[in-house]
């Protein structure tokens, strides 16, 4: 009984300390995910209960058309994310709350070809769509380094195996800016110029409002 009993005791002593040599050792996850900052791939990090790291990179490319108001349109978006975030886990829970960067190379272009016999109107001035020809829109963002902060929760394993992770935040890559060009005989000249600029800046003035580009990653997890 007493060889038993050492023995059970052996054992308990022993997952005793491999559990507490699991719980100190470092978590290491790899993740695959998708949002609003495109399709890609993560890694998770951390030595501790109450934090992680969190870095990864996501894109996405896709093109659409439509016609409105007699001009056929061809957009791109074009969207390029790395980033890196510390995530505080409150009492080492599944909750916790991000801070980090998200370095942007998002870009979003648009093509209008009109159709016979349209008009384009620019500034309030009507001008016949075959001599403004093409007019391309590039829109940027201002940063390249956008500060982000989010909440979320990851369902982390305990050991190796998979888990998964929802994150939502908003990065500040400020205003959007657009530029319009257009290819067409008067596209050179001065009054033309002026309203186009013109129009160029009420477009701008309207996108001063999306500094603030909202941020959603869901994915899964696995632990090594």
Do not use: C
Request: overall charge negative; glycine content about 14%.
């Amino acid at each position: 009984m007493k060889t038993i009993l050492g023995a059970l005791l052996v054992v308990g002593s022993s997952w005793t300390a491999l559990a507490e040599e699991e719980e100190k050792s470092p978590f290491f996850a790899v993740g695959l995910e998708g949002g609003t900052t495109g399709l890609g791939a993560s890694v998770w990090l951390t030595a501790s209960k109450q934090f992680t790291i969190n870095g990864g990179f996501g894109s996405f490319d896709t093109d659409e058309e439509y016609s409105t108001d007699g001009v056929d349109y061809e957009g791109n978006v074009d969207l390029s994310n790395g980033f890196a975030t510390l995530n505080w886990h409150p009492g080492g829970g599944n909750f916790h709350l991000s801070a980090g960067v998200v370095f942007t190379d998002n870009a979003v272009r648009v093509v209008g070809s009109p159709q016979e016999g349209t008009t384009y109107e620019l500034d309030g001035t009507e001008y016949p769509a075959s001599l403004v020809g093409t007019i391309t829109g590039d829109v940027t963002w201002e940063k390249s380094t956008a500060p982000y902060f989010g909440l979320g929760f990851s369902k982390r394993p305990q050991g190796k195996g998979w888990g998964a992770y929802v994150n939502v935040g908003v990065m500040e890559s400020g205003s959007a800016v657009a530029r319009l060009e257009a290819t067409g005989a008067i596209a050179s000249q001065p009054s033309f110029q002026e309203d186009l600029r013109a129009e160029e800046q009420e477009l701008n003035d309207e996108l001063d409002e999306f500094d603030l580009y909202p941020v959603v990653r869901v994915g899964v997890m696995y632990r090594f």
